[in-house]
């Protein structure tokens, strides 16, 4: 099917981006146009510009819409590892696997909607395929997230991320071995240039973006860095990583297929190649409680996968001695 493709003629010209499309297009309402040009699939003139952009004589606009999102989400029996809940928010630490909210491929079993099923009052908290979510993990990562449970939760919630308030810490198993023992990446992340379910750090229109990280532990061809994002960008993490030459441990869309062949070790060879999805743990929250102003601090256990990995790279390193 051709993706319609639009010229902004003179009597056009000075609308906002998300307006003007929802004329072109009046099956699209106005908040679903704005995430659509923020993910890239509305583009001018083949670049990615922000909602408000105001549109100019000769502009050319395509829209490459996908299937329309869920209208509703389902309640839905999923168990929640809660570590913390009030009336105002809960904080929980997602396994891997688990998507976070319905989205094209995952209409159901998702984390909202096991939210729904845990407490029926999240419907309408935001924005409505998503409700009470204030942020996002990855299906494979797994982690600390706080969820929302009101309107006001969820605009202070929201405001803080904004402002980069929220501090959040990871721990990546990551291959190479990490000189000096802590650093600084500053590389601007933007949508990759031809691939859009992808981010880089080449892209045109890259933001700022900071992460710090310091060595935890080393084994033989692979670091456990704790990875402190100081902006909030897509998969901050593994684009980072990846673009100083050490992935994150079995990434699919940021390593390099087979990299575990190149390890010297036989051993670790093994356990690398066993890996299923990317060994990133979102493992330390921080954030200001939206009523009462108190920095809450939640550190989530490490998944069994994860854990189990470690430990066998662990013995690797100090192997048991049987004289």
């Known amino acids: 099917m051709p993706v319609p493709s639009f010229i902004v003629t003179e009597s056009d010209a000075g609308h906002r981006l998300d307006t003007f499309?929802?004329?072109?297009?009046?099956?699209?309402?106005r908040s679903r146009a704005s995430r659509l040009i923020r993910a890239g699939h509305i583009t001018v003139n083949g670049q990615t510009k922000k909602p408000g952009y105001l549109t100019r004589p000769g502009d050319v606009l395509r829209a490459d819409v996908p299937s329309e999102e869920p209208a509703a989400c389902e309640p839905e029996p999923i168990h929640l590892s809660i570590l913390y809940e009030d009336r105002d928010v809960i904080v929980l630490n997602k396994?891997?696997?688990?998507?976070?909210?319905?989205?094209?491929?995952h209409a159901s079993g998702t984390l909202v909607n096991a939210l729904l099923f845990h407490c029926p009052e999240l419907e309408g908290v935001g924005d409505p395929v998503r409700p009470g979510i204030v942020h996002r993990l990855d299906k494979?990562?797994?982690?600390?997230?706080?969820?929302?449970?009101?309107?006001?939760?969820?605009?202070?919630?929201?405001?803080?991320?904004?402002?980069?308030?929220?501090?959040?810490?990871?721990?990546?198993?990551?291959?190479?071995?990490?000189?000096?023992a802590a650093g600084i990446i500053d590389l601007p992340i933007g949508r990759h240039p031809t691939d859009r379910k992808r981010m880089s750090t080449q892209s045109h229109r890259g933001r700022s973006t900071e992460t710090r990280w310091k060595v935890r532990e080393a084994f033989s061809g692979l670091t456990l860095l704790e990875i402190d994002l100081k902006t909030g960008r897509t998969h901050q993490a593994r684009v980072h990583c990846a673009a100083i030459g050490h992935p994150v441990v079995g990434d699919a869309a940021y390593g390099r297929k087979g990299r575990w062949k190149g390890l010297l070790d036989e051993e670790t060879q093994k356990v690398v190649a066993a890996v299923r999805r990317q060994m990133l743990h979102a493992w330390r929250l921080a954030f200001f409680h939206p009523d009462t102003g108190t920095l809450m601090t939640f550190e989530s256990p490490m998944p069994e996968d994860m854990t189990a990995v470690l430990e066998t790279l662990r013995a690797l390193v100090s192997p048991s001695s049987n004289g």
């Open 140 to 180: 494979d990562t797994s982690g600390s997230m706080v969820i929302a449970r009101n309107e006001a939760a969820h605009k202070s919630l929201s405001l803080q991320f904004k402002t980069r308030q929220i501090r959040k810490a990871y721990l990546g198993l990551v291959y190479g071995t990490m000189k000096p």
């Open 95 to 105: 396994p891997p696997g688990l998507v976070v909210h319905p989205g094209a491929g």
């Open 21 to 29: 499309i929802t004329t072109r297009l009046p099956t699209l309402s």
